[in-house]
């Protein structure tokens, strides 16, 4: 049964624009952002969505400030503790996309399979499966 369930969802949530689609659907990621600036400069301008392509093939989202002389990039995840994971130099720290992130939480809240299970189903580890469960 769970094999079918995150097979749905996958059609439903093909790439992270669709993902990024229902998660903004639901006030989960913000439709807008404002440019916090760089250091000291506060630019405060309205931030533009992109998409690029990561080294694995995948497309991730960002936002881009369009001022001339600005130009800073944030993660689409910026400012959403559930998220973004911050390193000690203020780095996005995520490291599954937002469909996966979709699949741990579908698989936690409808299905409540086992972790075995949904580390198989995923293609994560038991304890990528754990860390993220334990955020839900």
Excluded at 7 to 18: A, D, I, P, S
Excluded at 53 to 60: A, V
Excluded at 77 to 90: C, K, L, T, W
């Amino acid at each position: 049964m769970p094999e079918s369930t995150v097979m749905t969802l996958r059609l439903l949530v093909r790439n992270e624009e669709t993902a990024l689609k229902l998660l903004r659907e639901h006030d989960a990621l913000p439709m807008t952002k404002y440019c916090p600036g760089k250091g000291q400069n506060v630019c405060n301008n309205l931030m533009r969505q992109r998409f690029k392509k990561t080294r694995k093939g995948n497309s991730t989202a960002s936002w881009q400030c369009s001022k001339k002389n600005c130009h800073k990039e944030l993660s689409i995840r910026f400012g959403n503790p559930f998220f973004y994971y911050s390193s000690a130099q203020g780095k996005c720290n995520a490291k599954l996309t937002l469909t996966s992130i979709l699949e741990l939480i579908w698989l936690f809240i409808y299905i409540r399979c086992t972790i075995r299970e949904a580390a198989s189903l995923t293609q994560h580890s038991s304890a990528t499966v754990v860390e993220w469960w334990n955020n839900c």
